[in-house]
């Protein structure tokens, strides 16, 4: 009887060798810069209670939480009458007490609260962790993905925001990425939808025009329309989400615009502030640009808000975050503010692929493979791949006493650098016939010197 094909779900991937050492490369590299600012690890669980979940990402959020059903007789306590499109959440609830986590931040949150007298604060964390979600998979976007998040929660010093761009700019640069950091600020937002006299509407018109650079002016008009944001409103929202100019003239614009709103002035400030203290550092190669038309659709930012942008290919956010001020807040902890960014490590790994940035040394396993002749010359080969090994130079032993052809054929393959040819007569010399698989070249070096050589 023929089977089918196995498969994965829609939306997920298989990684071979070659795609693991990319990621890892992007995963070690945004370690290090997060290491280097003092941040620390933390790791949390797949699952998380369903309660915990749900709210913490407006209804759209909510409509792509993968829920877990409960074991057993998960349809224990559900009412028929419960059964129809207006209550599903509620009715998930009593189906699936736990979910696949949305994102890294609300379990980060949950993990300070619940552990709040066992850390200090300000708390820095980094955590690099799979996360979920129920959407319709398509180029770019996947339904498990990686996050790689930073965070400093229990200060509201805007020497945080600055520090991120920092990491932003140092993050790309090794990674050979180039990028532009988009900021904004909640709290200009706020000012904008106050001064247009649509303060009740602040989530429909950040929602709409977060979506300006992927449906255009027009689309966005039309949907704060049909949100009922008034046509007067929308007029004077145009200049405001359209402004050119250098940060710096923008920020003057918008000073003149939103001077009878106290909160929208703080923004700018606040803004102004980030951008006096970037200009005079030295190494920062990221352009940093204000976009009034950076909203993110999350509900739980409050300040500054950021998103980076791939220069030299078309794709979404690559690392996007921002300030929120009390999101501990709905589990009980109130007024600790916090800020943070999460790396795309997905989409991250698209660009370097697309742009040829990842090293080729990634594409080899070992750097130097022995010949296997037999098991005389095995037993001879084993001490001294081990001396390599612990010199930290990675090494194999070909299992098989196979043809020389399909040993060095599995050598290129894997772009292993070096074959050392140790037979018979080379046992009795001591000594060794190195061939270097990329120049063809051939030498004869003496086993005790051997590990030097190949470092």
């Given at each position: 009887?023929?089977?089918?094909?196995?498969?994965?779900?829609?939306?997920?991937?298989?990684?071979?060798?070659?795609?693991?050492?990319?990621?890892?490369?992007?995963?070690?590299t945004?370690?290090?810069?997060?290491?280097?600012?003092?941040y620390?690890?933390?790791?949390?669980?797949?699952?998380?209670?369903?309660?915990?979940?749900?709210?913490?990402?407006?209804?759209?959020?909510?409509?792509?939480?993968?829920?877990?059903?409960?074991?057993?007789?998960?349809?224990?306590?559900?009412?028929?009458?419960?059964?129809?499109?207006?209550?599903?959440n509620?009715?998930?609830?009593?189906?699936?007490?736990?979910?696949?986590?949305?994102?890294?931040?609300?379990?980060?949150?949950?993990?300070?609260?619940?552990?709040?007298?066992?850390?200090?604060?300000?708390?820095?964390?980094?955590?690099?962790?799979?996360?979920?979600r129920?959407?319709?998979?398509?180029?770019?976007?996947?339904?498990?993905f990686?996050?790689?998040?930073?965070?400093?929660?229990?200060?509201?010093?805007?020497?945080?925001?600055?520090?991120?761009?920092?990491?932003?700019?140092?993050?790309?640069?090794?990674?050979?990425?180039?990028?532009?950091?988009?900021?904004?600020?909640?709290?200009?937002?706020?000012?904008?939808?106050?001064?247009?006299?649509?303060?009740?509407?602040?989530?429909?018109?950040?929602?709409?025009?977060?979506?300006?650079?992927?449906?255009?002016?027009?689309?966005?008009?039309?949907e704060?329309?049909?949100?009922?944001?008034?046509?007067?409103?929308?007029?004077?929202?145009?200049?405001?989400?359209?402004?050119?100019?250098?940060?710096?003239?923008?920020?003057?614009?918008?000073?003149?615009?939103?001077?009878?709103?106290?909160?929208?002035?703080?923004?700018?400030?606040?803004?102004?502030?980030?951008?006096?203290?970037?200009?005079?550092?030295?190494?920062?190669?990221?352009?940093?640009?204000?976009?009034?038309?950076?909203?993110?659709?999350?509900?739980?930012?409050?300040?500054?808000?950021?998103?980076?942008?791939?220069?030299d290919?078309?794709?979404?956010?690559?690392?996007?975050?921002?300030?929120?001020?009390?999101?501990?807040g709905?589990?009980?902890?109130?007024?600790?503010s916090?800020?943070?960014?999460?790396?795309?490590?997905?989409?991250?790994?698209?660009?370097?692929?697309?742009?040829?940035?990842?090293?080729?040394?990634?594409?080899?396993?070992?750097?130097?493979?022995?010949?296997?002749?037999?098991?005389?010359?095995?037993?001879?080969?084993?001490?001294?791949?081990?001396?390599?090994?612990?010199?930290?130079?990675?090494?194999?032993?070909?299992?098989?006493?196979?043809?020389?052809?399909?040993?060095?054929?599995?050598?290129?393959?894997?772009?292993?650098?070096?074959?050392?040819?140790?037979?018979?007569?080379?046992?009795?010399?001591?000594?060794?016939?190195?061939?270097?698989?990329?120049?063809?070249?051939?030498?004869?070096?003496?086993?005790?010197?051997?590990?030097?050589?190949?470092?």
């Amino acid at each position: 009887m023929s089977q089918n094909k196995p498969t994965i779900p829609k939306g997920t991937r298989d990684f071979s060798p070659v795609e693991m050492s990319r990621r890892n490369f992007i995963f070690d590299t945004i370690k290090s810069v997060f290491k280097a600012y003092g941040y620390q690890p933390i790791e949390t669980p797949a699952m998380e209670n369903l309660t915990t979940l749900l709210g913490k990402y407006g209804e759209e959020g909510d409509k792509l939480l993968f829920k877990v059903l409960n074991s057993g007789d998960f349809l224990k306590g559900v009412n028929p009458n419960d059964v129809n499109s207006e209550n599903l959440n509620s009715l998930s609830v009593k189906m699936c007490e736990k979910g696949l986590r949305y994102d890294l931040t609300v379990p980060f949150a949950r993990f300070v609260v619940q552990y709040q007298n066992e850390i200090t604060f300000p708390f820095k964390r980094y955590q690099i962790q799979p996360v979920w979600r129920a959407d319709r998979p398509q180029k770019g976007r996947y339904r498990e993905f990686y996050q790689c998040d930073v965070d400093v929660i229990g200060s509201d010093s805007l020497l945080n925001e600055i520090e991120l761009v920092l990491i932003i700019n140092d993050v790309f640069g090794k990674l050979g990425v180039n990028s532009t950091i988009k900021i904004n600020n909640r709290k200009i937002l706020s000012g904008m939808a106050e001064v247009v006299g649509e303060s009740e509407r602040l989530i429909d018109i950040t929602v709409a025009i977060d979506k300006i650079d992927k449906i255009g002016l027009d689309a966005v008009n039309k949907e704060l329309s049909e949100k009922g944001v008034s046509a007067k409103a929308i007029d004077m929202l145009q200049p405001i989400i359209t402004l050119s100019g250098s940060n710096t003239e923008k920020l003057q614009k918008l000073r003149n615009v939103l001077a009878a709103s106290v909160t929208g002035m703080k923004g700018i400030d606040e803004m102004q502030q980030i951008f006096d203290s970037l200009q005079p550092l030295q190494g920062l190669k990221t352009k940093v640009e204000l976009d009034l038309s950076l909203a993110r659709g999350l509900n739980y930012y409050t300040g500054a808000i950021f998103e980076v942008k791939a220069n030299d290919m078309e794709m979404g956010s690559i690392c996007g975050g921002g300030r929120y001020d009390d999101l501990t807040g709905i589990f009980g902890l109130k007024n600790v503010s916090g800020v943070g960014v999460s790396f795309g490590a997905d989409r991250i790994y698209d660009v370097m692929l697309h742009l040829g940035a990842f090293p080729e040394s990634l594409l080899s396993s070992s750097r130097v493979m022995f010949a296997n002749f037999g098991s005389r010359e095995a037993a001879f080969c084993l001490p001294i791949l081990q001396q390599l090994r612990s010199s930290g130079i990675s090494a194999e032993l070909y299992p098989d006493a196979a043809k020389m052809k399909k040993q060095f054929d599995y050598a290129n393959k894997k772009n292993i650098a070096f074959v050392v040819i140790v037979g018979e007569a080379e046992m009795q010399a001591g000594i060794a016939s190195v061939k270097d698989m990329v120049s063809g070249n051939q030498e004869t070096i003496k086993i005790e010197e051997l590990v030097e050589h190949l470092k």
